[in-house]
């Protein structure tokens, strides 16, 4: 098991920057790859960014590249997404998610086998 603890969230004006932490206990992080994930009321939880078990590889969803970056520290054990340009659209509850690390970067909730309880994030305009 993986135990996955999202931080970091609130509210921010549009423009503003925030950093959301993860951080993992149970098993070996390294082994894991890891994504961020964001559900707004109402619709479906939708991908943000991932990141490989190295940090060496990621890939971010076009919503967001160029204004979110993913990041992570192993040797403590924790993912990072930081969110710059915030915009009123960006509000969502955001979860962090690991999957067993592979050489292709996964975007599909599904395939994700342990979540986190999500972090609000309230972008007003």
């Known amino acids: 098991q993986v135990q996955l603890v999202e931080s970091g969230g609130g509210l921010v004006q549009a423009g503003g920057s925030l950093r959301l932490s993860c951080a993992a206990s149970?098993?070996?992080?390294?082994?894991?790859?890891m994504g961020w994930f964001r559900q707004a009321p109402g619709k479906e939880r939708e991908f943000a960014a991932t990141?490989?078990?190295?940090?060496?590889?990621?890939y971010v969803a076009d919503s967001v590249k160029g204004r979110f970056t993913i990041s992570r520290d192993n040797a403590k054990n924790t993912v990072y997404l930081q969110m710059n340009s915030l915009k009123p659209e960006d509000t969502a509850v955001y979860y962090c998610?690991?999957?067993?690390?592979?050489?292709?970067?996964?975007?599909?909730?599904?395939?994700?086998?342990?979540w986190g309880q999500g972090t609000q994030v309230t972008v007003s305009s």
């Open positions: 990141i490989n078990w190295s940090g060496g590889s990621t």
């Open positions: 149970g098993r070996t992080f390294s082994n894991y790859a």
């Open positions: 998610a690991a999957r067993p690390d592979s050489v292709v970067l996964r975007t599909t909730p599904r395939v994700y086998n342990y």
